[in-house]
C-alpha cells in the first residue's frame, strides 16, 4: 500500500475513534441521569445544563447539586432534598418544588414562573435576578430568602436585599 494510502486510512480512522468516544461521552451523560432518576440520589452531582423536563424526580436526594442552565420544566420534585443546590439561570417553569428542603439554594436568575413552592424550606435561598411570576408559595415563604431585582408572584419587582 502506498504511503499516503496508509496516511489517510490512519487519519480516517482516528476522525471515526474520536466521533465514536464523543458519542460514547454523550451515551455515558445519559446513563448518568438515567441512574439518577431510578435511584432519586445525585448528591453533590453535577447536572449542569441537563434536560429533565416533566421527570417524575419526587423525594430526589441532591443536595449541592450543580442545575446550572438545567431545563427542569414542569419536572416532578416534590419532597425532594435540595439544599445548597445551584440552579443558575435554569429553567423551571412550572416544576413542582412542594415540601422540598431548598435551604441555601441559589436561583439566581432562574426562571420559576408557575412554579409550586407550598411547604418548601426557602430559608437563605437566593432569588437575585429570579422570575417568580404566579409562583405558589406560603406566605412569609420569602422573608429569610435573598430578593434582588426578583420578579414576585403578584408581578412586583423586590430590591430588598440589593447592595446600593
Known amino acids: 500500500m502506498k504511503p499516503w494510502k496508509r496516511s489517510l486510512i490512519s487519519v480516517a480512522s482516528l476522525y471515526v ?8 461521552a454523550v451515551a455515558d451523560d445519559d446513563n448518568h441521569v438515567s441512574r ?5 440520589s445525585c448528591e453533590g452531582c453535577d447536572l449542569s445544563g441537563a ?10 436526594m441532591a443536595a449541592g447539586a450543580n442545575f446550572t442552565k438545567a431545563y427542569l420544566v414542569g419536572a416532578d420534585l416534590q419532597n425532594s432534598t ?17 415540601n422540598s428542603d431548598l435551604s441555601g439554594a441559589n436561583f439566581t436568575g432562574a426562571e420559576l414562573e408557575l412554579v409550586q413552592l407550598k411547604g418548601a424550606n426557602l430559608n437563605g ?9 404566579h409562583a405558589s408559595l406560603d406566605a412569609g415563604a420569602l422573608e429569610t430568602a435573598a430578593l434582588c431585582n426578583t420578579v414576585l408572584p403578584d408581578a412586583t419587582i423586590s430590591k430588598r436585599d440589593c447592595a446600593d
Open 17 to 24: 475513534l474520536g466521533i465514536s468516544s464523543s458519542l460514547l
Open 36 to 40: 439518577m432518576i431510578k435511584s432519586k
Open 51 to 60: 434536560t429533565l423536563s416533566n421527570s417524575s424526580l419526587r423525594k430526589l
Open 82 to 98: 435540595l439544599s445548597g443546590a445551584n440552579f443558575k439561570g435554569a429553567n423551571l417553569n412550572g416544576a413542582n418544588l412542594s
Open 125 to 133: 435561598t437566593v432569588f437575585v435576578n429570579a422570575f417568580l411570576m
